[in-house]
């Protein structure tokens, strides 16, 4: 339940593509596939082109910043 607002959030945003930030540092962009009460899965795209996916623990994340169309 410590990270339930988090993933109320995610949810709010599914499908759409968001920025995170994790406690790291690290920042992942992509469209939200999945999200359950322990992680979020991103459709990310890598350089050559391809669809690729990312999952990214709930608990690291810092901050999430929807992308504007």
């Given at each position: 339940?410590?990270?339930?607002?988090?993933?109320?959030m995610?949810?709010?945003y599914r499908?759409?593509t968001?920025?995170i930030?994790?406690?790291s540092g690290?920042?992942?962009e992509?469209?939200?596939r999945?999200v359950?009460?322990?992680?979020v899965?991103?459709?990310?795209?890598?350089d050559s082109?391809?669809d690729d996916?990312?999952?990214?623990?709930?608990?690291a994340?810092?901050s999430?910043?929807?992308q504007?169309?």
């Amino acid at each position: 339940m410590k990270h339930q607002h988090v993933e109320n959030m995610l949810i709010r945003y599914r499908g759409d593509t968001v920025f995170i930030k994790t406690i790291s540092g690290e920042v992942y962009e992509g469209a939200i596939r999945d999200v359950t009460n322990d992680y979020v899965a991103l459709k990310t795209t890598t350089d050559s082109g391809e669809d690729d996916m990312t999952i990214v623990l709930l608990h690291a994340i810092e901050s999430i910043r929807p992308q504007r169309n």
